[in-house]
């Protein structure tokens, strides 16, 4: 795709800040906008910053990556639809707000959300949401939300790790949120830039500025905790400018405001 391209990191129903975002880039119909996952959840506006991103499409190319809330929200879906048939309890945890999202979206909206892609590659770079564990030496198949649960298990779950990895053990191993010991390290800070410049969201950096790593920057400033909504576009392999909207409140709490 020709014209500028633009990564924007973790809306999470954050619509104003998108909306004021976006109006930044002052867009073109040969422009392409990555949506880094994550567009939902947390904030208070989930479903219409979907719809957002879908008409968006009217104005420039769209990109929708997934973030690991699509996912969790495609398994939940999956989940209910089979509670209904056989009566199998939904025992996934933590989806209060689900049903309100999900019944807000329209069919074509629910289809933009599965068939958001595992990651995004332009110009030496990889969009994706989470990050890339050290012991992983080839990138898996760039497939949607809705053909990952497709595939084998053993693939997906291989494939699932770009979703959701932060830090990793020293045999470069992804580490579950909470469980990391004095050893591991933030999964970026160990990345060799084998796959090109990694432009991800998914870990919340609490600053002004997109975070820097040798080979990969962070976008999610935690815009839904009171931070940054922010974007990078990039030209020729360059990030050229970098975009951002301070959150207008704080709308949720995270993991680690929880934890201070």
């Not at 998914?202 to 500025?209: I, L, N, T």
């Amino acid at each position: 795709m020709s014209g500028r391209k633009f990564a924007i990191g973790d809306v999470h129903g954050t619509l104003v800040e998108i909306q004021e975002l976006i109006a930044q880039f002052n867009l073109k119909k040969e422009d392409t906008v990555v949506f880094g996952g994550d567009i939902v959840d947390k904030g208070k506006w989930s479903a219409e910053c979907i719809r957002f991103a879908f008409d968006l499409r009217q104005i420039c190319n769209v990109v929708f990556v997934a973030g690991n809330h699509e996912d969790k929200h495609y398994r939940w879906v999956v989940a209910e639809k089979k509670r209904k048939l056989t009566g199998e309890a939904n025992k996934l945890q933590h989806t209060e707000g689900f049903q309100e999202i999900h019944n807000k979206l329209t069919p074509e909206l629910w289809s933009f959300v599965e068939d958001s892609r595992l990651y995004y590659k332009t110009e030496g770079f990889v969009i994706l949401h989470g990050g890339i564990p050290s012991v992983m030496t080839e990138l898996p198949d760039d497939v949607s939300l809705k053909e990952l649960y497709g595939i084998g298990s053993r693939k997906r779950d291989f494939a699932k790790h770009i979703l959701r990895t932060r830090y990793v053990n020293p045999k470069g191993f992804p580490v579950s949120l909470g469980s990391e010991e004095p050893e591991d390290s933030y999964w970026a800070d160990s990345y060799d830039g084998r796959f090109g410049t990694v432009l991800f969201g998914h870990q919340p950096f609490m600053e002004d500025k997109v975070k820097r790593f040798d080979h990969a920057v962070g976008l999610d400033l935690g815009c839904v905790f009171g931070g940054y909504l922010a974007a990078v576009e990039i030209h020729d392999g360059q990030i050229v400018a970098e975009y951002y909207v301070k959150a207008k409140e704080q709308y949720a709490t995270s993991y680690y405001q929880e934890r201070e």
